[in-house]
């Protein structure tokens, strides 16, 4: 039997008792924190974080050093605004945060531990239930990442008031399945990598690479709980995300409605694995891991979206296809030599026939980075979608339309160039642009005539280049949109301009 010996703290004003807990001596604070002499931290206020172990992230509020962790805890407690410490068990040092780490995508250094004080249960959005639930935020300048979560400055749509501005985090208050997107564009000064990641309650479930100058976009769907939290971080290596950047979200099917999207038969989300003697891509399921698909067959009449993100290595070209019953309906190529990892997003808007249609997704050459690439294909509801391509020829700057690939209850004028939608709701919009031979491209999405979304694309002398842009917002009925070439000319794979129906505000 042995005894725990009384110890005085530094501190004159700190209270503290020393107790027997199994075959550890304790110190015990008025704040119940304890700290037993193998390691142990148990408190009610803070906790520790293991998933931010051996992880160092700059910026903090203030840093001391040779230091115990006892008193890195306590000089937290007493500081206003700290509200977690990062202590490294070998140098002592120890790092006064003013938040709680959300992001792990810091720098990998042995000897870190993470203590986070405990937030209570009050509500971190000020999101309440709603039958719409959609967001769209983007950057209308340059704005600092620094491993962190990215805070966007411009909140174009908040239905439901699940996306938090102060904080950059969406909050789930509905059950069910959600899509999101986001758009990152590397900075133009520092041309830094644009490492972002999509985290769902502090685990990343997405990644968006790229060093290219030109916007570039990915997506992700998951079915999700009732205070679930989403949010974009970056890895310590982005110090800044350029302007038009963007981040997007919607309810796509309340559990109450999960049958209809099990009838449509090819909702799936995951990453790519492998690809066929015929080039067709195989992609793992991210929420099953056991389930691989290399080709979707619809069981019914039904509108199918499909989102695909690729990423070619330097040195390497990509020629990727979305094929609908054998037939190559949308197209993106990628000039990998012409700078380092290049990331692209190409969406498809399609009908499905009874009876069952295939959709697959090809690449034609094949030199890219396949973990990267990601596809994402769901059911919309039964209502208006569009996709049209335009081979880049305009009328007064707006871009005159050259097929149909697809017309569900919308109104195209295609000598004019424009889109009506004929039903009140919240509409996706996108629009890509492909660029050749040293060119730079202005194009924009106008509503009513409105400059709502810009899109540049820059292109490197003999190489092609391509880009996607993306808007989310409510709009009225006969809402008119168009897209607009304002610098230089679409080169010769053109362009594609696709839109469906999120939710009607008519039901």
Same mark, same amino acid.
């Given at each position: ?20 807990? =199994? ?47 006892? /008193? ?8 206003? =605004?700290?509200?977690?410490?990062? %202590? ?22 042995? =000897?870190?531990?993470? %203590? ?8 971190? @959005? ?84 790229? /060093? ?142 009874? =009876? ?125 949109? /168009? ?12 362009? %594609?301009? @696709? ?9």
């Amino acid at each position: 039997m042995f005894r725990c010996l009384h110890i005085q703290p530094n501190s004159p004003n700190l209270m503290v008792t020393v107790q027997r807990i =199994g075959h550890f001596c304790c110190l015990i604070l008025l704040k119940n924190l304890v700290f037993c002499n193998a390691g142990l931290v148990v408190t009610s206020e803070f906790t520790h974080q293991s998933r931010f172990d051996n992880i160092y992230l700059p910026f903090p509020l203030m840093t001391t050093k040779s230091v115990s962790l006892l /008193k890195c805890v306590v000089e937290c407690q007493s500081l206003p =605004g700290c509200q977690s410490v990062r %202590y490294h068990v070998i140098s002592r040092a120890c790092h006064l945060l003013d938040s709680c780490l959300i992001c792990n995508r810091g720098q990998s250094e042995m =000897g870190w531990r993470y %203590y986070c004080r405990l937030k209570d249960d009050s509500p971190i @959005s000020s999101g309440t239930p709603d039958k719409h639930v959609a967001f769209q935020v983007t950057t209308t300048d340059d704005i600092p990442a620094n491993g962190g979560v990215i805070v966007f400055d411009q909140v174009n749509t908040n239905l439901g008031q699940g996306y938090n501005s102060t904080s950059g985090i969406f909050t789930i208050w509905r059950d069910g399945v959600y899509i999101f997107t986001w758009s990152m564009r590397s900075h133009p000064v520092t041309r830094k990598y644009t490492d972002t990641y999509l985290f769902v309650n502090g685990e990343a479930v997405g990644n968006l690479r790229d /060093k290219s100058e030109n916007l570039v976009t990915n997506s992700a769907m998951f079915h999700l709980k009732s205070r679930d939290q989403v949010y974009i971080c970056s890895r310590y290596t982005t110090p800044y995300v350029g302007a038009m950047s963007q981040f997007s979200g919607w309810l796509q099917s309340p559990d109450f409605q999960m049958s209809y999207s099990n009838d449509c038969g090819v909702s799936f989300h995951g990453y790519a694995v492998s690809a066929n003697d015929e080039n067709v891509i195989r992609y793992q399921s991210k929420e099953n891991p056991d389930e691989r698909r290399s080709r979707l067959i619809t069981t019914s009449n039904v509108t199918i979206v499909l989102m695909s993100n690729t990423v070619v290595n330097r040195g390497g070209t990509s020629e990727m296809q979305h094929v609908i019953d054998g037939e190559n309906v949308t197209l993106s190529v990628i000039d990998g030599q012409c700078s380092d990892d290049v990331g692209v997003f190409l969406i498809t808007v399609a009908t499905a026939d009874f =009876g069952g249609s295939t959709f697959e997704i090809k690449n034609r050459k094949t030199h890219f980075h396949i973990t990267s690439c990601t596809l994402t294909v769901f059911c919309t509801i039964n209502g208006p979608a569009f996709n049209i391509w335009a081979a880049g020829r305009t009328l007064n700057t707006t871009v005159i339309f050259d097929d149909i690939i697809t017309n569900n209850d919308v109104k195209i004028n295609e000598a004019f160039g424009t889109v009506s939608l004929l039903q009140r709701g919240i509409y996706f919009l996108s629009w890509t642009v492909h660029a050749y031979n040293d060119s730079v491209i202005l194009s924009s999405l106008a509503v009513d005539d409105v400059i709502i979304r810009n899109l540049t694309v820059t292109s490197p002398p003999d190489c092609h280049t391509v880009s996607t842009n993306v808007a989310l917002l409510p709009v009225q009925e006969m809402t008119t949109i /168009k897209i607009k070439i304002l610098v230089g000319e679409i080169g010769k794979l053109g362009m %594609y301009i @696709s839109g469906f129906l999120i939710s009607s505000f008519e039901t």
